[in-house]
């Protein structure tokens, strides 16, 4: 809420030109030397990659910046990242003053889990309170272990029109295609909000100021106000159909460049990938008169869908064994695991670490990806 008063604040004055250059505090991540200098705890692996600065942590871990920024706290300072969240739940920021105790900075950012990049604008200090410089800024990720892709840092002044950018672009977020997406309406978001809630007060303020106007009104003019009210909130509704529409536009034209428009040898599913591919490649290789078994297991939501595409081969079941005993022929399909490999020395299936054996004599059928295969094991005479 202080962000927004301070956008209407700053709205009314004049562009004021800025007294220090950030240029330098700005990491794009576009090589890897650009992270030099900065530093993590609790941080078990990292890489740069495509522009983006990925670190892989602890339940908690810290990123430290390089030493010696030296940027002025009077200036009051913003923190603009643009990253996305893997697994995480929160983002905290601290900086070290050239004296003193560092300082926590009060807002937490809490990510939204939709795969899209988000720009996040902190302010590193409350007005007046700072007379020091920021030397060293820290970001604290926590909640849960994992991955967080980081696009670029930086430490600038407020700038109002980069600020309405970045909050115009997190509106028209496109909304990601997953199976539950036809069944939910989503809300994009705008200043830290979601857009519902800020039509869901505007509502509540049209009502409010409806009621008031209603019954200072003379009993004649009383259906006049009833009727305007009532299209100043059905525009509010239109409002959020059109943004919802525009979602809908931007799934089906995902839909169309991902999954229709591609030749049918590249075509890919929502969820399942390839796997349809994969069960053509299936079909060639295994016999009717055949028992397979998917690996890894379980392997939901593949293994449902292959036993139906493959029948009538037959997976793999205890009273299926029982009752074909070693009248079938025996198959092993492996789907994109890479920690499954076929030994050509021994000819063994088996885990990546030896540790679990799946057949101990047999040969590799075909080869559909480095970490696809279909395996038959040997029949035992
Ligand atoms: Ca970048």
């Excluded at 991540?29 to 522009?51: C, D, L, M």
């Excluded at 600065?53 to 030296?70: D, H, K, R, T, W």
């Excluded at 028209?172 to 039509?199: C, D, E, Q, V, Y």
């Excluded at 939901?300 to 869908?305: E, M, V």
Aim: net charge positive.
């Amino acid at each position: 809420m202080k962000l927004i008063v301070s956008v209407l604040f700053v709205s009314i004055i004049p562009f004021l030109p800025t007294s220090w250059s950030a240029e330098s505090l700005e990491w794009e991540f576009n090589a890897p030397e650009e992270t030099r200098g900065w530093r993590g705890e609790g941080v078990e692996g990292s890489r740069v990659q495509g522009g983006i600065f990925q670190i892989m942590g602890m339940e908690q871990f810290q990123l430290i910046s390089p030493p010696n920024l030296g940027i002025p706290a009077q200036e009051d300072p913003y923190l603009r990242i643009r990253f996305l969240f893997r697994s995480p739940r929160y983002l905290r920021v601290f900086w070290q003053p050239r004296s003193g105790k560092s300082v926590l900075v009060p807002d937490v950012i809490q990510p939204l889990f939709d795969r899209n990049f988000h720009t996040s604008w902190i302010p590193l200090t409350e007005k007046l309170e700072y007379r020091d410089t920021i030397e060293q800024l820290g970001l604290i990720f926590g909640g849960r272990p994992g991955w967080v892709d980081i696009d670029s840092i930086e430490i600038l002044p407020f700038s109002l029109s980069r600020y309405l950018q970045d909050q115009w672009s997190e509106f028209l977020a496109p909304r990601r295609l997953h199976p539950g997406t036809i069944n939910s309406l989503n809300s994009p978001r705008l200043f830290n909000k979601p857009f519902i809630s800020w039509l869901n007060r505007l509502a509540l303020l049209i009502l409010l100021i409806g009621a008031i106007v209603y019954y200072k009104a003379s009993k004649a003019n009383r259906v006049k106000i009833v009727t305007l009210f009532g299209m100043a909130i059905l525009a509010l509704w239109i409002i959020y159909d059109v943004r919802e529409t525009y979602s809908q536009f931007k799934i089906v034209e995902e839909i169309h460049q991902t999954y229709i428009q591609p030749l049918p040898e590249e075509k890919t599913f929502p969820a399942l990938g390839d796997f349809y591919r994969f069960v053509e490649f299936c079909r060639k290789y295994i016999p009717d008169d055949s028992i397979f078994e998917l690996l890894p297991k379980p392997y939901w939501p593949f293994d449902c869908r292959l036993k139906y595409f493959l029948y009538p081969a037959r997976m793999e079941k205890e009273i299926v064994t029982s009752y074909f005993q070693n009248l079938l022929p025996k198959y092993f399909i492996v789907y994109n695991a890479p920690g499954i490999i076929f030994d050509p020395g021994t000819q063994r299936l088996m885990t990546k670490d030896g540790k679990t054996v799946y057949s101990e004599k047999g040969r590799l059928i075909s080869r559909y990806n480095p970490s696809s295969f279909i395996y038959k094991a040997a029949e035992e005479n």
